[in-house]
């Protein structure tokens, strides 16, 4: 054994090295963050809680029961129960999905051709009971009004999702066929 060993193993260095840094660390600021009081800004494209969209004219649901968010989803939590109405038209009767299940994979976002559900940046939506994690087509509407809005639906529907219906337009120097008259 060398004498650095020796010395070390003797007057316990190590210990030593160690309860300076924990006695100069009980002096330092913390770096721990007080969640509720204070929050991190979401970044753009977050995935947080459901929302069914409104049309912007009406005031109604953008949802016309087509069942495209539903075949995709890959853990089947959105069911859609649709009835007849006037005019061969289909009535979304009930809207739901089992937040529970939902993996916030955002298919149902893409599928969806009339931009009638979103994912809000609302996180903070924890309940004691299953039933209050269970959303219906009003509490999906509410959580429309209440997190996105037209102003953010304008933004998310504008920024991350395409393709767009001005995607498929002809460039000015494109060649274009014409029909006779």
């Known amino acids: 054994m060398t004498f650095r060993k020796l010395a070390r193993t003797i007057l316990h260095l190590?210990?030593?090295?160690?309860?300076?840094?924990?006695?100069?660390?009980?002096?330092?600021?913390?770096?721990?963050?007080?969640?509720?009081?204070?929050?991190?800004?979401?970044?753009?494209?977050?995935?947080?809680?459901?929302?069914?969209?409104?049309?912007?004219?009406?005031g109604e649901a953008r949802c016309v029961g087509c069942g495209l968010c539903a075949a995709i989803c890959p853990s089947q939590c959105i069911h859609i129960y649709t009835a007849d109405g006037p005019g061969n038209r289909k009535i979304?009767?009930?809207?739901?999905?089992?937040?529970?299940?939902?993996?916030?994979?955002?298919?149902?976002v893409e599928a969806c051709p009339y931009t009638a559900i979103a994912l809000t940046e609302h996180y903070e939506y924890a309940d004691f009971s299953r039933r209050g994690l269970y959303m219906t087509k009003d509490r999906l509407l509410?959580?429309?009004?209440?997190?996105?809005?037209?102003?953010?639906?304008?933004?998310?529907?504008?920024?991350?999702?395409?393709?767009?219906?001005?995607d498929f337009l002809a460039a000015p120097d494109q060649a274009v066929f014409r029909r006779r008259p």
């Open 14 to 58: 190590d210990f030593l090295k160690a309860m300076s840094l924990t006695f100069l660390s009980l002096f330092s600021k913390s770096v721990t963050r007080q969640y509720p009081s204070e929050k991190r800004p979401v970044a753009s494209g977050f995935r947080g809680l459901h929302a069914l969209t409104r049309d912007p004219v009406t």
């Open 92 to 108: 979304v009767e009930r809207y739901e999905i089992e937040i529970l299940r939902c993996v916030y994979c955002s298919l149902c």
């Open 142 to 166: 509410d959580n429309y009004d209440a997190y996105m809005g037209p102003e953010k639906d304008k933004q998310y529907f504008g920024l991350f999702w395409r393709p767009r219906r001005t």
